[in-house]
């Protein structure tokens, strides 16, 4: 009790401060070993998750000082993470009055043992040997909901296929709640995604899982270690701009991670009561 009660309160005092590069995100979310969420697209697995653990997009930055609006575009997410499974979760709800058949995709970064790398060691795209061995191997990037690209998750580094986004490595599922891809519509999205804390992802195109990962690391989770996270968001709408809106901004954060937000690998809650995902989305209507 005492711990959660410490836990809310620092949450509450890290949402409220600017954010920015160098201030804590986020908290990631400890699932129990019983209640670690399947990937399924349906976020009732994460009731359990405190208000405090959610962004909104009211809290994210729109690209080019563009408006938040909440008829146009809202979204919330949260990350959780297992200590059994070691594996990073995000969950994310979005509403779309328009949802198009592309432009509608989330950019995530991930830097899973927080080393702050820059250009010279995350954005290598020569020579071609080089690019293999460590374009987005110490962190990485991933595309999610981009079915212009032929599949709905990907991730944007040398292995090919992307088995790093297939069970047991990774996982994706969505659903619509209204809508439905390309629909032109106002539509509402629940998407869940689970990934390896990769500490390096060596692997070459065409090498499989089996071959690649013994000479891959894979980040220890541990409790109250920093994991370096960028989440980015983008909508079109026919006859407008197409607006990003991500947290924390920091201009062009893609080849740096050290400008990506920090979020805390959080300790479990001492009581796990379900919140009322219901009701909260409700309050929004
Ligand atoms: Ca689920
Ligand atoms: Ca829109
Ligand atoms: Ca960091
Ligand atoms: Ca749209």
Redesign the pocket.
Do not use: F, H, K, V
């Given at each position: 009790m005492e711990k959660s009660a410490v836990l809310l309160v620092v949450l509450g005092l890290a949402l409220a401060v600017p954010v920015g590069a160098q201030e804590i995100t986020g908290y990631i979310f400890q699932f129990p070993d019983d209640k670690v969420?399947?990937?399924?697209?349906?976020?009732?697995?994460?009731d359990i998750v405190p208000e405090q653990y959610w962004i909104w997009e009211k809290d994210m930055i729109q690209e080019e000082g563009a408006e938040f609006d909440p008829s146009d575009h809202n979204m919330k997410f949260a990350w959780g993470w297992n200590d059994s499974q070691n594996r990073l979760y995000f969950a994310c709800w979005v509403y779309d009055d328009a949802y198009m058949a592309s432009g509608e995709y989330f950019s995530i970064y991930v830097d899973p043992a927080n080393g702050d790398y820059g250009p010279d060691e995350i954005y290598v795209t020569e020579p071609v040997e080089e690019k293999e061995r460590w374009f987005f191997a110490l962190a990485q990037k991933y595309y999610v909901m981009r079915p212009e690209k032929g599949t709905t998750m990907y991730s944007y580094n040398t292995s090919d296929p992307d088995w790093d986004c297939m069970p047991p490595y990774g996982d994706h599922a969505y659903k619509f709640l209204k809508g439905s891809i390309g629909c032109d519509c106002p539509a509402e999205m629940t998407l869940?995604m689970m990934i390896t804390p990769w500490e390096d992802l060596n692997t070459r195109s065409g090498e499989t899982a089996e071959e690649a990962i013994g000479k891959c690391k894979i980040v220890d989770l541990t409790e109250g270690n920093i994991v370096g996270i960028e989440v980015c968001k983008k909508d079109s709408d026919p006859g407008e701009d197409p607006v990003y809106r991500a947290i924390p901004w920091a201009g062009y954060f893609a080849d740096n991670a050290a400008l990506w937000g920090d979020y805390i690998l959080a300790p479990l809650e001492v009581s796990v009561e379900p919140t009322t995902w219901a009701r909260i989305k409700a309050s929004f209507r």
């Open positions: 969420p399947t990937i399924d697209g349906d976020l009732s697995d994460w869940e």
